[in-house]
């Protein structure tokens, strides 16, 4: 069975900067794609952001210019790259990955961010 794990979650304050770890394994197949989502208490689970194969990103409106999500296509991880951080980013924050058609999710790390 496919594992998918998010690491390097915690508490950051206002204004600094964090790193997330997704790793893909158990598997031979690398992630087609692979993306970061994330559910604040009380709120629906929104996607963040996305890479291809290829390398191509995209970002939702609310994390542009904030957050990257770089990759390591040799160890099947991605990182979510979280810069300049707002107290509305705390969220619980899921990897999903897309491997030989089809999808798979993490458990989640948290993000806290402390204003």
């Known amino acids: 069975q496919v594992q998918v794990v998010e690491s390097g979650g915690g508490l950051v304050p206002a204004g600094g900067s964090l790193r997330l770890a997704c790793t893909v394994s158990r598997t031979i197949f690398r992630a087609s794609a692979m993306a970061w989502y994330r559910q604040a208490p009380g709120k629906t689970r929104e996607w963040v952001a996305s890479?291809?194969?290829?390398?191509?990103?995209t970002y939702a409106n609310s994390v542009k210019g904030r957050f990257t999500i770089p990759d390591d296509n040799a160890k099947n991880t991605v990182y979510l790259q979280m810069n300049s951080i707002k107290p509305e980013d705390t969220a619980l924050y899921y990897c999903?990955?897309?491997?030989?058609?089809?999808?798979?999710w993490g458990q989640g790390t948290q993000v806290t961010v402390s204003s």
């Open positions: 999903n990955a897309h491997v030989a058609g089809n999808a798979y």
């Open positions: 890479i291809t194969g290829d390398g191509y990103t």
